[in-house]
């Protein structure tokens, strides 16, 4: 009987591809400690987000490749283990030391439920067991502190140890609004460089720590404002949030070019309420249309993240700040909000790996 070896193992595991990444799992380096007590082999494979939507997959095809290469291993052990991929930026790095990655949520119209997706894309994330913090930065309407029950503070919390503004924390999450800065009974009237200096303020003067992922709920529009304000972040992409409808598409499209003329890559796009599952009769009904959010993205060569179907439930989470992912975690619509959060996160992930491994490639 042949020696049970870590090259063995290694070898077996250099068979496995990331079936996103489209390599294998030892030229990713996702391969970590390697244990082998008697017939018994340890493997532990290091994803690079803990939202991987294809980590069950990754597991049983590790299992079937030791077990190929290695017919005397007696028990196989794969520990699933994960390091979220950074987005390498020298601006963010600078800005924002301890956040991997930055991503903004938008929409080309007001209306669409931007802020809802948001919010639930980042309580999901968290679910999965990254670090997430959220930036509000709507402007016009600064709603996420309501949808997290987060009370208007008349001072924000200090860190004791930088001295800097101490975020407030919610389900598990870090957020900052532009809400805490503006009076809620006067409509606010910024230009874009005003805009900008507060949302710089939110990354400089904040000690976020370390995070996985930092959301920025834009302001709704393709505007001055919108614009600056994407020019100011150091984003590693961008979420284009729609409805199946026709008026939206035509801005959500708005929306993208935006983030192209700035050379911000867009994750995909999330049609939000997609259609209506009647409760009485569970018959689907396409309210506001069908397979528009599909149709945008083949058009402008992007990805559907997934498609969010109208719940009462979910307009009230955000009414009572209880979002659904949070307050209905079994619930039929906050698996699919689950769904989208780890298609995103795919998404960066085959972005900051694909750009390593260019640089490495460019170095040789």
């Excluded at 924002?96 to 929409?107: D, F, H, K, M, Y």
Aim: proline share 6%.
């Amino acid at each position: 009987m042949s020696e049970i070896t870590k090259e063995r193992v290694l070898k077996a595991l250099s068979t496995v591809d990331d079936p996103d990444l489209k390599k294998d799992l030892v030229t990713l380096k996702m391969v970590g400690n390697i244990t082998i007590e008697g017939s018994k082999v340890i493997a532990q494979v290091i994803l690079t987000t803990p939202a991987c939507p294809l980590k069950d997959t990754i597991k049983n095809d590790c299992i079937a490749a030791i077990k190929k290469e290695i017919p005397e291993a007696a028990e196989i052990e794969i520990d699933m283990a994960s390091n979220v991929a950074e987005h390498l930026n020298q601006s963010k790095t600078a800005i924002l030391p301890g956040v991997r990655n930055t991503i903004a949520v938008a929409s080309g119209k007001g209306g669409v439920g931007k802020s809802t997706v948001a919010v639930n894309l980042a309580l999901a994330l968290a679910k999965d067991g990254a670090k997430v913090g959220i930036i509000d930065a709507d402007i016009y309407g600064p709603s996420i502190p309501l949808m997290l029950g987060v009370e208007k503070t008349d001072g924000l919390p200090q860190d004791p140890e930088t001295k800097k503004i101490a975020p407030l924390e919610s389900y598990g999450i870090k957020l900052m609004s532009i809400g805490f800065m503006i009076d809620d009974e006067n409509p606010v009237i910024w230009r874009g460089p005003m805009a900008s200096g507060a949302l710089k303020q939110f990354m400089s003067d904040v000690h976020w720590g370390e995070l996985d992922y930092l959301i920025y709920d834009l302001p709704p529009g393709t505007g001055d404002i919108q614009l600056t304000l994407v020019q100011t972040i150091p984003l590693t992409g961008a979420v284009i949030v729609t409805t199946p409808q026709e008026v939206s598409l035509i801005d959500a499209k708005k929306g993208l070019k935006m983030f192209e003329r700035v050379n911000v890559p867009v994750f995909g796009i999330v049609e939000n309420m997609s259609y209506f599952i009647a409760p009485d009769t569970g018959k689907k009904y396409d309210i506001f249309g069908s397979g528009g959010g599909a149709k945008l993205a083949e058009q402008l060569n992007s990805k559907l993240l997934g498609g969010i179907p109208i719940d009462p439930r979910i307009r009230e989470g955000g009414d009572t700040g209880k979002p659904i992912v949070a307050a209905l975690p079994d619930s039929e619509n906050s698996k699919i909000i689950m769904e989208i959060a780890r298609n995103l996160a795919a998404q960066i992930s085959i972005k900051n790996v694909n750009d390593r491994l260019s640089d490495v490639e460019i170095e040789l």
